[in-house]
């Protein structure tokens, strides 16, 4: 069965989707935007390094919600506005995800939601 998580402290969505899915021992956070904790209609101050360490605590609260944290993460998919910012987000990413590191997509895109610079989504095992 599956089920939706609605984790408190990560943002709501902003469009008709869950802020993840649970389905037998899989665990799928949505994309998630570097949203402002303070200020849900605005992103984090700052550039890639900001906003990625922001969407990365969005899903560590995703996967807490059901039980299960960054390292139980098994793949990424990474959405970038400048491919430029790669390697900013990869000391980020490889700081905050354990080894070993989940597989995962790079994409670079025309725009994101709300002008951000970063999307991620992934999916976890529990």
Known sequence: MKYAINAIGAPDSIGPYSQ??????LVFASGQLPISPD???????G????????????????????????????????????????????EVYARRFPSPAPARAIVAVSGIPMGALIEIDCVGCR
């Not at 200020?39 to 101050?45: E, G």
């Not at 890639?48 to 139980?72: F, K």
Request: glycine share 6%; with cysteine; proline share 0%.
């Open 47 to 90: 550039g890639i390094a900001e906003q990625t360490e922001r969407v990365i605590d969005i899903i560590e609260t995703i996967l807490a919600a059901a039980n299960c944290t960054l390292s139980d993460v098994a793949q990424t998919t990474v959405y970038l506005a400048d491919i430029d910012d790669l390697d900013a987000m990869n």
């Open 20 to 25: 993840g899915t649970t389905a037998g021992r």
């Open 39 to 45: 200020d849900c209609h605005a992103l984090v101050k």
